[in-house]
Structure formats: structure tokens, C-alpha cells
């Protein structure tokens, strides 16, 4: 009998400060329960579940414990013809879990040409040379910072707030003021220019500096509000109590509030500025770790490549939200497809008794498995090769290029995330 070009993948659970407790409901801790060798703590922070061959934490099979890497090397018909040549014998992208409990950095990733420069110039910072573009799928309520704020309404804050205008400067804050809360329009190339004389006078202010500012709305806020909306006061608050006196709570400010629904997504480009806040999420990017920092982290902070790398294009948060369209002949099956080649992912929902044929797509894929409201056995997932009753919430599949597969849902709803590549 030949090797099954469908079989199930160990993947592992990452620890960062920033993740949700086991105890408190983390669904990295919950999807790695089932794994063999998985020691699970209720006080640990769970924070990311990694499915694929990234060197850093790499899957492996199942049934032999082989590393998924060097097996797909060997069978490069697994990965399809047209994807080796495109991206060489290895998955273009990294499919995972977050669960966040507190915000990640404010951080940014390169371009193609920029992380090859960095990776030249520190390859014991950037560790690879490639970019990092990434898509987030929400699988509980989740918000995040993405993107810049319109320039009018950072005005207005600069003119509302004074801790802000004091940390940039008062010439930056009068400058941006007298451009952007006029009524007059200002162009593209301006809003630019402005955003970024502003984000890099935030981001290389004096730190003792911003703590004194900080501390200051802080306790105002705490007093009557300081005149903010409550999400801008809250998240004030919320940022200061995890990250005292960090710059990066005057980002409130700055960067979009975005918040997601389940099932609703949000591509992030290179060159823009995002945090995850709080939420669990599905998240796939291309193959790489390249991050460049500059508040909200205890890691390296590299503010001369942040401010210098951003495009500074700004947008209401309604534009970072992703539209998904349906995907091919299936019925029950939605497509999230960035602008990238990399990757793109679909998210099966199914009721009791649905089933729902995926068509054969002409790459690889890892399928995982969110939601099995019927409990054990309550989902198949079936091929020319196998029938297999699923488990457990969290347990995840490799699907070989070219291979049709069917989930069938048997007993109560089943959710499954599938990321995929094509060339």
C-alpha cells in the first residue's frame, strides 16, 4: 500500500508572557492537550500553536514522529509540482494559534528586500530573509492595533490630550495640528510626511520622559475619564497596568482599534504597524520570524528600522477588514485570500448531518479542527485512501497537493481551518 498523502501532524505549543493562562480558557492549551509529551499547567500562559516546519518549532507525523520537513522534502509530490518550483521543497507558510492575553508589541514586518538586508546585516536578530506577511482569523471576539489612525482624528487627539503633544514635541504636535485639523485637504504625499515626523518623534522620545507623561493621563483617567471615549480610557488603563510607562500606550492614539468578529479576518501587510490586543485567533503568515519592535515588549527594540520601514498610509479600521468570499464548488466553505502567494485560508462550518467536499487544490494544506460541539468521533474526514473519525478539538491534518477531501459532520457542529498554498 502506498503512503497516504493525508495523515495527521504533531505541532507544538508555544510559552510567551503575552498568552492566555490554561486555566483561563487558552485555546493553544486546549487544542495541545491531546499531543503526546504535552505537560499542560494551568498557570502557564499558552500563547501560540505552531503547524508546520518552521526550524524554531517544527510539526512532525503523527504515527512515526518523523519531522514534517525533511518527509516532504523526500516526497516533493506532496507539496505539487508547481509549488516546488515556485517556493522550493518546503511550505511557504506558518499556520497558527494565538491565544492573547495581554497586547504584543507594536511591531512591524519587512518587505521582501528589507528582510533580506536586515537578515545580511543581523542575522542573530532577523533570522531569515524573507518577509512576513500575515492574516489574522478570529475565532473568539478579539481587537488589535492596525494600521494608522486618519491624521484629523490624531490631530484632534494631540489637541485634546496634552501628555501626548508633550511627549512628541510641542514644534511636531503644532505642525501636524495646523495641517490636519484645518479644513483644508491635504494630499496624500502630506499625510505621509506628517505621520511620520510624528510616529518617529513618539517612538524616540525620551524614555523617563514618557513615563512622566504616561503617569499623568493615567491619573487623570482614573479621575474622571480625561475626556476620552471609554475604549481609548480603557485601553489606556489596560496598557499602563501591563506595560507601565511604556511609549507604546500613547498609541491609543495613533494606531486603529480594530475589532473582529468570529469568523472575520484582517490581512496585515509589510510595512504596517499592527499589535495584537487581546482575543484567540487563527493566524497564518509566510514562513519567517522576522519582527521588528519598538514598544509594548520586554524583547529588543529597533525604533531607527520601524520608523524608517512604514509606508505611513492611514485608513478608517472598517478598511482592515478582509472580505471572504465563498471557495469554489464547496457549500459550507469561506475564502480568505490575501494579496500575496504565499497562502490563503478557509473556514468549514458545518451543522449536524452537513457534509462538505473540498475539490482538489493544487498545493499543500494543514487542516485543523476548532470546534466539535457533538463531542469525540462527531466529525470524518475522508479521502481516496482513509476515513478517519476526528478526536478531539485541535487535532491537525497534512493534505498532500491534488487530494479531494470530504469532512462530514455527525452528531453537533464542526468548525475546521484549512491554509493552503497554489502556484
Same mark, same amino acid.
Given at each position: 500500500?502506498?503512503?497516504?498523502?493525508?495523515?495527521?501532524?504533531?505541532?507544538?505549543?508555544?510559552?510567551?508572557?503575552?498568552?492566555?493562562?490554561?486555566?483561563?480558557?487558552?485555546?493553544?492549551?486546549?487544542?495541545?492537550? +491531546?499531543?503526546?509529551?504535552f505537560?499542560? *499547567?494551568?498557570?502557564?500562559?499558552?500563547?501560540?500553536?505552531?503547524?508546520?516546519?518552521?526550524?524554531?518549532?517544527?510539526? !512532525?507525523?503523527?504515527?512515526?514522529?518523523?519531522?514534517?520537513?525533511?518527509?516532504?522534502?523526500?516526497?516533493?509530490?506532496?507539496?505539487?509540482e508547481?509549488?516546488?518550483?515556485?517556493?522550493?521543497?518546503?511550505?511557504?507558510?506558518?499556520?497558527?494559534?494565538?491565544?492573547?492575553?495581554?497586547?504584543?508589541?507594536?511591531?512591524?514586518?519587512?518587505?521582501?528586500?528589507?528582510?533580506?538586508?536586515?537578515h545580511?546585516?543581523?542575522?542573530?536578530?532577523?533570522?531569515?530573509?524573507?518577509?512576513?506577511?500575515?492574516?489574522?482569523?478570529?475565532?473568539?471576539?478579539?481587537?488589535?492595533?492596525?494600521?494608522?489612525?486618519?491624521?484629523?482624528?490624531?490631530?484632534?487627539?494631540l489637541?485634546?490630550?496634552?501628555?501626548?503633544?508633550?511627549?512628541?514635541?510641542?514644534?511636531?504636535?503644532?505642525?501636524?495640528?495646523?495641517?490636519?485639523?484645518?479644513?483644508?485637504?491635504?494630499?496624500?504625499?502630506?499625510?505621509?510626511?506628517?505621520?511620520? *515626523?510624528?510616529?518617529?518623534?513618539?517612538?524616540?522620545?525620551?524614555?523617563?520622559?514618557v513615563?512622566?507623561?504616561?503617569?499623568?493621563?493615567?491619573?487623570?483617567v482614573?479621575?474622571?475619564?480625561?475626556?476620552?471615549?471609554?475604549?481609548?480610557?480603557?485601553?489606556?488603563?489596560? &496598557?499602563?497596568?501591563?506595560?507601565?510607562?511604556?511609549?507604546g500606550?500613547?498609541?491609543?492614539?495613533?494606531?486603529?482599534?480594530?475589532?473582529?468578529?468570529?469568523?472575520?479576518?484582517?490581512?496585515?501587510?509589510?510595512?504596517?504597524?499592527?499589535?495584537?490586543?487581546?482575543?484567540?485567533?487563527?493566524?497564518?503568515?509566510?514562513?519567517?520570524?522576522?519582527?521588528?519592535?519598538?514598544?509594548?515588549?520586554?524583547?529588543?527594540?529597533?525604533v531607527?528600522?520601524?520608523?524608517?520601514?512604514? !509606508?505611513? !498610509?492611514s485608513?478608517?479600521?472598517?478598511?482592515?477588514?478582509?472580505?471572504a468570499?465563498g471557495?469554489?464548488? !464547496?457549500?459550507?466553505?469561506?475564502?480568505? *485570500?490575501?494579496?500575496?502567494?504565499?497562502?490563503?485560508?478557509?473556514?468549514?462550518?458545518?451543522?449536524?448531518?452537513?457534509?462538505?467536499?473540498?475539490?482538489?487544490? *493544487?498545493?499543500?494544506?494543514? &487542516?485543523?479542527f476548532?470546534?466539535?460541539?457533538? +463531542?469525540?468521533?462527531?466529525a470524518?474526514?475522508?479521502?481516496?485512501?482513509?476515513?478517519?473519525?476526528?478526536?478531539?478539538?485541535?487535532?491537525?491534518?497534512?493534505?498532500?497537493?491534488?487530494?479531494e477531501?470530504?469532512?462530514?459532520?455527525?452528531?453537533?457542529?464542526?468548525?475546521?481551518?484549512?491554509?493552503?498554498?497554489?502556484?
Amino acid at each position: 500500500m502506498s503512503e497516504s498523502p493525508v495523515f495527521e501532524i504533531v505541532c507544538g505549543a508555544q510559552s510567551y508572557d503575552w498568552g492566555k493562562l490554561g486555566k483561563d480558557g487558552s485555546k493553544v492549551s486546549h487544542f495541545a492537550q +491531546g499531543l503526546p509529551n504535552f505537560e499542560y *499547567d494551568e498557570n502557564k500562559p499558552y500563547a501560540e500553536l505552531w503547524m508546520g516546519t518552521h526550524p524554531s518549532c517544527p510539526s !512532525t507525523l503523527y504515527a512515526t514522529g518523523q519531522d514534517l520537513k525533511k518527509y516532504l522534502k523526500a516526497r516533493p509530490e506532496l507539496l505539487g509540482e508547481k509549488v516546488v518550483h515556485k517556493f522550493g521543497d518546503d511550505l511557504p507558510f506558518l499556520f497558527k494559534v494565538l491565544a492573547i492575553r495581554k497586547a504584543l508589541s507594536i511591531q512591524a514586518h519587512p518587505d521582501k528586500p528589507l528582510a533580506q538586508r536586515l537578515h545580511a546585516e543581523r542575522p542573530d536578530i532577523y533570522k531569515d530573509p524573507n518577509h512576513k506577511p500575515e492574516m489574522a482569523v478570529a475565532l473568539t471576539d478579539f481587537s488589535g492595533f492596525c494600521g494608522f489612525r486618519r491624521p484629523s482624528e490624531i490631530a484632534a487627539f494631540l489637541d485634546s490630550v496634552p501628555e501626548f503633544a508633550t511627549v512628541v514635541g510641542s514644534s511636531v504636535a503644532d505642525s501636524f495640528k495646523s495641517k490636519f485639523l484645518s479644513s483644508s485637504s491635504p494630499s496624500e504625499d502630506d499625510k505621509k510626511a506628517g505621520l511620520k *515626523d510624528l510616529f518617529s518623534a513618539l517612538m524616540k522620545a525620551d524614555d523617563k520622559h514618557v513615563e512622566e507623561q504616561v503617569k499623568s493621563l493615567v491619573s487623570r483617567v482614573e479621575k474622571d475619564g480625561a475626556g476620552l471615549e471609554r475604549e481609548e480610557s480603557e485601553l489606556v488603563k489596560t &496598557l499602563n497596568g501591563d506595560f507601565p510607562g511604556d511609549v507604546g500606550v500613547f498609541c491609543t492614539f495613533v494606531l486603529n482599534i480594530v475589532h473582529l468578529k468570529p469568523g472575520q479576518a484582517a490581512f496585515l501587510k509589510a510595512n504596517e504597524p499592527h499589535a495584537y490586543l487581546d482575543g484567540d485567533i487563527m493566524e497564518c503568515m509566510a514562513t519567517s520570524d522576522n519582527v521588528v519592535r519598538a514598544g509594548l515588549t520586554p524583547k529588543l527594540r529597533d525604533v531607527p528600522t520601524l520608523t524608517s520601514m512604514l !509606508t505611513y !498610509t492611514s485608513s478608517p479600521p472598517s478598511e482592515q477588514i478582509m472580505e471572504a468570499v465563498g471557495f469554489r464548488t !464547496t457549500k459550507h466553505t469561506t475564502l480568505y *485570500d490575501p494579496p500575496i502567494d504565499e497562502f490563503s485560508v478557509l473556514l468549514t462550518d458545518l451543522q449536524d448531518g452537513e457534509t462538505e467536499v473540498y475539490p482538489p487544490i *493544487d498545493g499543500p494544506s494543514i &487542516l485543523i479542527f476548532t470546534q466539535l460541539d457533538g +463531542g469525540k468521533e462527531t466529525a470524518r474526514l475522508k479521502w481516496t485512501q482513509g476515513d478517519e473519525a476526528i478526536q478531539r478539538e485541535g487535532q491537525v491534518w497534512f493534505v498532500g497537493a491534488g487530494e479531494e477531501v470530504t469532512v462530514e459532520a455527525k452528531g453537533g457542529r464542526v468548525v475546521a481551518y484549512r491554509a493552503f498554498v497554489e502556484a
